[in-house]
């Protein structure tokens, strides 16, 4: 594991500084109009770190300098969840992985089931989108750049008896390797997902923390920073449920197999520099 003097540095070239308007934190409303500086790169003390370390290990926590949404814009995300999942009960869950942002603004138009979205929720969504994550803690990648990025059903394969999607090539054949080398213990948790989907998984988090997008995002990816839009998938063992999703999940035959034949390959390893939980179900997919 590297050492706790490079984890700090690698973190701060990760941490933008906030400029004074806009954007306040702890425990403050994000504001409306984020604007960002270029990060000031000075060594974290022992202190700071501990601090870092203490929010990634109580992720589901409030924390003094957690980002909340505004009341207005908390407003919108009530609304924008609930049309989310009046959207994905009418399309049905596999379906709502792979849609895209155009179709779901097309389909919310045409059934008055959903709604339309307004004027003022796809200006929060794009808020969402393309404000930077770093905001707020998250610190990883954006492997996909463009809110009207899309999934091509072409380039993904449905897996039997799961519900879920993965990416034809590397991510299929590697799953189908863990099948082979682990048996039918190991099951897929979680595939493909589209940038819709990560927005209501993301979104629905930040609605049950009343609005803390902080403590959101250090256990789901933001919309647009997930690599499950692009390889990566989640494992678990066959009958373990939702435990399959927290730490619990090291001490199963699954997770030592898979770590003995050398595939836990972690996107978001213990004591991570990028705001995130500790992701042992996360396959990090080679090439992704």
Do not use: C
Not at 86 to 101: D, E, I, P
């Amino acid at each position: 594991m590297v050492g706790k003097k490079m984890d700090r540095r690698q973190l701060l070239k990760r941490i933008t500084l906030l400029a004074a308007s806009g954007v306040v934190v702890a425990g403050m409303p994000w504001g409306a109009h984020a604007a960002i500086k270029p990060a000031v790169e000075t060594e974290m003390s022992e202190e700071e770190y501990a601090r870092y370390l203490e929010k990634i290990h109580n992720f589901n926590r409030a924390h003094s300098d957690d980002l909340y949404l505004s009341q207005a814009d908390f407003n919108l995300l009530i609304t924008s969840v609930d049309r989310f999942k009046r959207l994905q009960n009418l399309v049905g869950h596999a379906n709502f992985y792979l849609l895209s942002f155009d179709d779901a603004l097309r389909l919310s138009r045409s059934y008055t089931s959903v709604g339309s979205f307004s004027k003022y929720e796809i200006e929060f969504l794009e808020k969402i989108f393309y404000s930077s994550a770093s905001t707020y803690g998250f610190f990883g990648e954006k492997p996909l750049k463009n809110l009207t990025d899309r999934i091509q059903r072409r380039r993904v394969t449905k897996v039997p008896h799961t519900g879920n999607f993965l990416y034809k090539g590397k991510p299929e054949e590697t799953y189908k390797a863990i099948q082979d080398a682990v048996g039918e213990k190991v099951i897929l948790t979680s595939g493909v997902r589209s940038v819709i989907k990560q927005f209501l998984l993301f979104l629905d988090k930040a609605l049950r923390a009343n609005g803390n997008l902080s403590l959101a995002s250090r256990s789901l990816a933001p919309p647009g920073y997930s690599f499950h839009g692009v390889g990566d998938f989640d494992v678990g063992q066959v009958g373990y449920g939702e435990r399959n999703f927290t730490e619990d999940f090291v001490q199963t035959p699954v997770f030592k197999r898979l770590n003995e034949l050398g595939y836990i390959r972690l996107r978001y390893p213990r004591d991570n520099n990028l705001g995130v939980r500790f992701e042992p179900w996360h396959v990090k997919v080679p090439g992704v």
